[in-house]
């Protein structure tokens, strides 16, 4: 029942800063963890963040860590991942997913945990 939304891809430069967005619906979110992924055309889906239930906890990719930083706002039903300098190589499709198995699981970067998937949204980065 649970459903996701993603917004705020677009086109940018080599060291700019994007923030994407994924509107979570019910309130069930509030129990469960909420990460992202991205997928480039001929390559398989890569983890890229993960945030657990509360906010309090968070996982991310070596090639993401120190650049990107997810975070969630349980009252909005809503989670975000900010993206900074940004090159080329982060381009792809970004989707956000959560974590369905029981309330409070243990944070994972694995993707087949993630039950309920949005719709993507496209980030480009030109060099």
């Known amino acids: 029942q649970m459903q996701l939304f993603e917004s705020g891809g677009g086109l940018v430069q080599t060291g700019d800063s994007l923030t994407l967005s994924c509107a979570v619906s019910?309130?069930?979110?509030?129990?469960?963890?909420g990460g992202w992924f991205r997928q480039t055309p001929g390559k398989a889906r890569e983890f890229v963040a993960a945030i657990n239930w509360s906010g309090a906890d968070t996982l991310y990719a070596a090639s993401v860590e120190g650049r990107f930083a997810i975070s969630r706002d349980n009252s909005k039903n809503t989670m975000t991942l900010q993206m900074n300098s940004l090159q080329p190589e982060d381009t792809a499709v970004y989707y956000c997913?959560?974590?369905?198995?029981?309330?409070?699981?243990?944070?994972?970067?694995?993707?087949?945990?993630?039950?309920?998937w949005g719709q993507g949204t496209q980030v480009t980065v030109s060099s």
């Open positions: 019910g309130r069930t979110f509030v129990s469960v963890n």
């Open positions: 997913a959560t974590d369905n198995r029981a309330f409070r699981a243990i944070l994972s970067s694995t993707e087949v945990y993630y039950g309920y």
